[in-house]
């Protein structure tokens, strides 16, 4: 059974930085994405990042590129999202999701991903 479990939330100032983690348990599908996402209240979930395994090939958002990297360690099963400058429109719950098969859907679409975590809060305030 897979299992994403993300770590790595908090609090901080703006221009700060936080490295989320996400430990894919049981998670050895190949040719998928794995991607993170956020959500602030009242608004859609919005992809941000995500990463193809095997070519590690990665797309990120327009809003959050130059400041947020995605990369995956294999060895210990766990996909990272490196945040950095942070502004407070990044606050929201960010969740990390993977696929279990391709379905067509592009890599920023909620709908393209089967396999979610519970996420972790990202709060950026002064």
């Known amino acids: 059974q897979v299992r994403l479990v993300e770590s790595g939330g908090g609090s901080v100032q703006p221009g700060g930085s936080l490295r989320l983690s996400c430990v894919a348990s049981?998670?050895?599908?190949?040719?998928?994405?794995m991607g993170w996402f956020r959500q602030a209240p009242g608004k859609e979930r919005e992809g941000v990042a995500a990463?193809?395994?095997?070519?590690?090939?990665?797309h990120i958002a327009d809003s959050v590129k130059g400041r947020f990297t995605i990369s995956r360690d294999y060895s210990v099963n766990t996909l990272y999202l490196q945040m950095s400058s942070l502004k407070p429109e990044d606050t929201g719950l960010y969740y990390c999701?993977?696929?279990?098969?391709?379905?067509?859907?592009?890599?920023?679409?909620?709908?393209?991903?089967?396999?979610w975590g519970q996420g972790t809060q990202v709060t950026v305030d002064s």
């Open positions: 990463i193809y395994t095997g070519t590690d090939i990665t």
């Open positions: 999701a993977g696929q279990d098969h391709w379905n067509g859907e592009s890599w920023h679409r909620p709908a393209a991903y089967q396999l």
């Open positions: 049981g998670y050895t599908y190949t040719r998928t994405f």
